[in-house]
């Protein structure tokens, strides 16, 4: 069973403040592992927060802008009538579970993902793929709607127009319900952080959290020792890595000469001149003080090193 939530008259802040009462179908491949923009810490942090973040961007703005578009193009494509839910859905047998769908199809059971992608991400959906986070939101969708089949429909800018039809994978499902499930009572019931993944986005949430440093010190238990060991061996490795990269690239240019492209069946290379404009800011300090005040700012950030004792 279902219960729905009337989203019709509801504020843009009251719609984020209930988001934080469960995991909704963008978190699922998020607390997966699968969304190169979102990581299982970034959510725990979005749904623990008891402030509202209302984080926008041009790229967001304009899915958003663009889904009656696509919707459009979907219905042209297939003859299939959609609507609007003006619902947020919640799973009663799993009550940490919503959807916040972007149409359903008029006739069937089954719901409409519309997306928006960069020309530049185009090879993500080449011969038939789909990015696994999208495949895991709309079963996510599946799981909390009880539809048996959701439809994913993506414009790629300037370029194509695709359309996937996504089944009821029960097996997956059920995968993705104990997943869920187990980091809402793990993780965010118990406010215990998930453990990092080593991404930027880990990175930006951990600086969130600690923003400033202050004048303590504390102990570093000895469990620690090895993790800092095998730091020390994976730097020493992508020395090692990089040195051989330039190696190879010395080797190149070697044999380009004063060529600037050199191409075979398989590869093109270019070695060009570039100029670069930088601004000498020495030297503005000492012959321009003024101006250099005028325009500098601090910026604040914590640095990491490590030392052996």
């Known amino acids: 069973m279902t219960k729905r939530i009337s989203t019709i008259g509801m504020t843009h802040t ?156 029960e097996t997956l499902i059920n995968d993705l319900i104990q997943i869920e499930k187990n980091f809402w009572n793990q993780h965010v019931s118990k406010g215990l952080m998930p453990e990092p993944d080593g991404s930027q986005i880990c990175d930006e949430i951990i600086r969130k959290y600690y923003p400033t440093a202050e004048q303590e010190t504390t102990i570093l238990p000895s469990g620690f020792n090895a993790k800092l060991e095998r730091r020390m061996e994976l730097i020493q490795l992508m020395e090692r890595m990089q040195t051989e990269q330039r190696a190879i690239e010395q080797e190149i240019k070697l044999y380009m000469k004063n060529n600037n492209l050199a191409f075979n069946e398989h590869y093109r290379i270019a070695w060009n001149e570039v100029e670069t404009l930088r601004l000498d800011t020495k030297r503005l300090k000492q012959e321009r003080p003024e101006v250099y005040d005028e325009y500098a700012y601090k910026s604040h950030s914590r640095r990491f090193t490590v030392r052996a004792a």
């Open 14 to 169: 009251e719609w984020l403040e209930l988001r934080k009462n469960g995991i909704g179908g963008s978190d699922a491949g998020a607390i997966c592992g699968l969304n190169p923009y979102a990581s299982p810490m970034s959510v725990y942090y979005d749904k623990t927060q008891v402030e509202i973040e209302d984080y926008d961007n041009e790229a967001m703005r304009q899915g958003r802008d663009l889904e009656d578009y696509v919707a459009k193009r979907f219905t042209e494509e297939t003859g299939k009538k959609v609507r609007r839910s003006n619902v947020m859905y919640w799973s009663e047998a799993h009550p940490f579970m919503y959807a916040n769908v972007d149409r359903l199809i008029v006739g069937e059971d089954a719901g409409l993902e519309c997306k928006t992608a960069s020309p530049y991400s185009e090879d993500k959906w080449k011969d038939g793929k789909i990015p696994e986070h999208y495949q895991i939101q709309c079963h996510h969708y599946m799981a909390v709607t009880g539809a048996s089949v959701w439809y994913l429909a993506v414009v790629i800018l300037g370029r194509e127009f695709k359309l996937y039809e996504i089944k009821r994978d």
